[in-house]
């Protein structure tokens, strides 16, 4: 569904990420697991599609805030309503034992 969009399953989930009132760059792959390098590449991605604004805090200009732009809410609702969708098919379509076994098996994914 990204792809539809002209995106990435990460860069959905750095939308996903970001707060309304914006998050500091520094906290962005903490969030998400993502290596920095990575997140600097799709941060500037999002950044140029316009999707995001990067601002600088006045009283300390070296943190950077990310907040999302109006075409980067839209962007972030479509992405919301596809983890949502995700979510519902996975409890719907899956017996108790097989969710059960799936989430074993996704707690161990960020290790």
């Known amino acids: ?10 860069m959905a989930f750095i939308l996903i990420a970001i707060d309304e009132d914006g998050i500091p760059v520094t906290q962005i792959a903490p969030r998400l697991g993502m290596e920095p390098n990575s997140l600097s590449r799709a941060i500037k ?3 140029e599609r316009s ?11 070296r943190l950077s ?5 109006k075409k980067g809410e839209e962007m972030r609702s ?7 969708r995700l979510e519902k098919a996975i409890l719907t379509e899956l017996s108790p034992d ?10 161990h994914i960020p290790q």
């Open 51 to 61: 999707l995001i604004k990067r601002d600088r805090n006045s009283s300390d200009r």
């Open 45 to 47: 991605s999002l950044e």
């Open 98 to 107: 097989d969710l059960n076994g799936f989430f074993e098996t996704t707690a």
């Open 1 to 10: 569904m990204a792809a539809e969009h002209d995106g990435t399953m990460s």
């Open 65 to 69: 805030f990310v907040r999302l732009t």
């Open 78 to 84: 479509i992405a919301m309503k596809a983890v949502y």
